[in-house]
């Protein structure tokens, strides 16, 4: 059974740097053809992807956000880590990480955690 | 970087009947490269299509996924209450490597 749990602060105040982590359980981030991403949705919003990591290693950018972004990964743990600096109100949103499987040279966003709501605000 | 627009906004119909939802690309997007979500109010969003055609595990026969190049459609041929969402279109480019998603069409009850 795969699942995905987001945690980190649910309040970072403008100009901090935020911290989140998926967890997740039920395959490996070492396994061919599995990747992690990160998507957000600001408020009555559409949906953003944001970056993602691969099985082997190799990291992907939202390119307007690249320069704000870093996704690692810690295969042990079973753990995927988000880092997004300079924090500001417009980053307001629930932060989503979901399991991609490259399978028919498809990218298939198969499985999503439920979500973690982070609110940028002094 | 490939723009997805969505059409309509937002679609008022019936169970029952059929909703025809449209996904245009600003530069022409590989088939492989092209899904549906769907996304419930407080919930995530849920694979419905990959590689514009074919049907993620365990969902219904209504729901099929059609087009090629700029033009892709999501049908869902016979409402049913559960249905009524918003919907995603989402495609993979490969300069630069990355995602982009329209805006979603929200299908409601009319």
């Known amino acids: 059974q795969v699942t995905l749990r987001e945690s980190g602060p649910a309040l970072v105040k403008p100009t901090q740097t935020l911290t989140l982590t998926c967890s997740f359980s039920?395959?490996?981030?070492?396994?061919?053809?599995?990747?992690v991403s990160w998507i957000r949705q600001p408020p009555g919003k559409a949906l953003e992807w944001l970056a993602r990591?691969?099985?082997?290693?190799?990291?992907f950018y939202n390119t307007s956000l690249k320069t704000r972004l870093i996704i690692s990964k810690v295969t042990s743990k079973n753990q995927v880590v988000l880092t997004m600096t300079n924090m500001d109100p417009v980053d307001t949103a629930t932060y989503y990480c979901?399991?991609?499987?490259?399978?028919?040279?498809?990218?298939?966003?198969?499985?999503w955690g439920q979500g973690a709501l982070v609110t940028v605000s002094s | 970087e490939i723009v997805l627009t969505q059409s309509p906004g937002t679609l008022s119909l019936s169970p029952g009947e059929r909703a025809t939802l449209s996904c245009r690309a600003s530069?022409?997007?590989?088939?492989?490269?092209l899904g549906w979500y769907q996304q419930k109010p407080g919930q995530a969003p849920r694979l419905l299509i990959y590689?514009?055609?074919s049907r993620a595990t365990g969902i219904p026969e209504r729901f099929s996924g059609s087009g090629s190049g700029t033009d892709f459609t999501l049908t869902i041929s016979r409402l049913e209450p559960e249905d009524f969402a918003v919907y995603y279109c989402?495609?993979?480019?490969?300069?630069?490597?990355?995602?982009?998603f329209g805006q979603g069409t929200k299908l409601e009850i009319k």
């Open positions: 989402q495609q993979y480019g490969t300069s630069p490597p990355g995602f982009t």
């Open positions: 990591i691969d099985w082997d290693g190799d990291k």
């Open positions: 979901a399991r991609i499987v490259v399978a028919s040279g498809s990218y298939l966003f198969d499985y």
């Open positions: 530069q022409s997007v590989s088939s492989s490269y």
């Open positions: 039920g395959f490996s981030l070492s396994t061919n053809g599995m990747c």
């Open positions: 590689g514009a055609s």
